[in-house]
């Protein structure tokens, strides 16, 4: 009987984040809460196009990640999907499992921007059109997912490829929320609306708070902040989205690495302004006529963020200097989490749970989650202790015990915590749970 694979895709800006997951049994044998699939391994591969590009992986029963020189011709997403594939059929050690390339039967996509799609969806000829027409709201994103998606149909041609969106798990967000107030015959035309991002970080970390504070998932009331490069939050209320930074696209709300978040929209014509023509006051159509709407993007997407304020993406450098341009660039982003955990708080009307911080930030940043939870001290949530704050991040976590950690001193409600998010997990594991992507006859199916 041959076994299933599962191999969840990542594809950011730059990188590309992949997990390889075995179905351990029959899904119609399933208990409820029973984990369906375990990690074999994972890979990971950075600053994609660029002479630094790294390539590492590891596989689930070695504790060292191994690292390898990308050669290079990897120029592109594709080029570094095939690498893997390449690096991990070739591996003596992950060979002797007795695995194939045949047995991959399943390929989950991670898609930032799924539109109108309302569910994950068997990638075919007509839906991959459709998602290269979303590729300008998720411009960081989906274009390398489908650069993916394509590669895997010539390197991997009997798998099947499925599409799971980021901004499904905010599609019970209700009209007054994801609504803009602009003219609805255009909106409803040109499907312009709130539709909210780091779907798949959100109903991890729900499923995680919930088994953590032994609650079904459709009395959960959260907070749940995922904090990286890319940031927002979302309110959650018994198990479901009601609100989320991010909006049309994942530019809006806070700032990132190198994206601007929420600004006043006519600032960017200000700010490219001709030389001679600066100042507030001095715009007209006929200066700013040449003004194109992939500039803005670029612009407000990859040259702004607090690499803009200070010069550097790291985020830990930033957190720990005395620089005042560091300094501001840290206020800022408290700034701009705490107004978004106040405004959440109303909305949930005090029915909170927990606040959680996740994501490359939330998690490895003990100076943030303080200097938020210090500023929302008046909202009654749980003090820091500063012992378990300070622990966070020295162990690993994502499928074991330490999932969810209590930085709280346990007296006050709501409390806070932090979970060690795992999108990759959270996408295999929903790939499992859907009838239609397994009508083979294979009985393990």
């Not at 000829?125 to 998606?149: F, G």
């Not at 909106?187 to 919930?210: M, P, T």
């Not at 969810?404 to 979970?419: A, E, K, S």
Request: aromatic share 8%; net charge neutral.
């Amino acid at each position: 009987m041959s076994s299933h694979l599962i191999l969840a895709v990542n594809a950011g800006s730059s990188s590309l984040k992949l997990s390889l997951f075995i179905l351990l049994v029959n899904r119609k044998d399933l208990k409820p809460k029973q984990e369906p699939v375990s990690l074999l391994a994972t890979s990971s591969v950075s600053d994609i196009g660029t002479s630094n590009s790294k390539f590492s992986y590891s596989l689930a029963t070695s504790p060292l990640p191994k690292r390898l020189d990308l050669p290079t011709s990897i120029s592109d997403h594709a080029a570094a999907f095939e690498h893997f594939l390449r690096a991990l059929f070739s591996d003596q050690e992950f060979l002797k499992s007795g695995y194939g390339r045949h047995e991959i039967t399943h390929i989950c996509h991670r898609i930032v921007h799924g539109g109108q799609f309302a569910d994950s969806v068997i990638v075919e000829k007509s839906t991959y059109e459709r998602l290269q027409a979303l590729s300008d709201l998720a411009p960081l994103h989906n274009n390398r997912a489908l650069s993916v998606i394509k590669a895997c149909r010539d390197l991997l041609p009997n798998a099947q490829s499925i599409a799971f969106f980021d901004s499904t798990f905010h599609r019970t967000l209700l009209p007054d929320v994801y609504t803009y107030p602009i003219s609805p015959a255009v909106a409803n035309e040109k499907n312009l609306r709130k539709y909210g991002f780091h779907g798949f970080s959100y109903s991890f970390i729900l499923r995680s708070v919930g088994e953590y504070l032994k609650k079904p998932t459709s009395e959960v009331c959260l907070i749940a902040l995922h904090l990286g490069s890319g940031a927002s939050v979302c309110a959650i209320r018994g198990g479901k989205s009601v609100n989320t930074s991010m909006g049309l696209t994942p530019l809006s709300g806070l700032p990132g690495a190198t994206r601007s978040g929420d600004i006043d929209p006519s600032l960017i014509f200000h700010y490219t302004l001709a030389a001679g023509a600066q100042g507030v006051g001095r715009m007209s159509h006929e200066r700013t006529r040449n003004m194109h709407i992939t500039e803005a993007e670029k612009i407000l997407n990859t040259e702004a963020g607090w690499k803009a304020l200070t010069g550097t993406t790291d985020f830990h450098e930033i957190a720990t200097s005395r620089k005042e341009s560091h300094r501001l660039a840290f206020d800022i982003l408290v700034d701009r989490v705490c107004q978004f955990v106040g405004g959440y708080f109303v909305q949930l009307e005090g029915r909170l749970d927990a606040v959680v911080f996740s994501g490359g930030l939330g998690e490895n940043s003990p100076e943030l989650r303080r200097a938020v939870i210090q500023r929302c001290a008046c909202l009654g949530m749980d003090h820091i202790s500063e012992t378990m704050n300070m622990k966070v991040g020295q162990g690993e976590g994502g499928q074991g015990e330490d999932v969810i950690f209590d930085i709280g001193q346990g007296v006050r409600q709501p409390r806070t915590l932090v979970c060690k998010t795992n999108e990759e997990l959270e996408i295999a594991r929903q790939c499992v749970s859907k009838d239609e992507y397994w009508t083979s006859k294979d009985p393990k199916a």
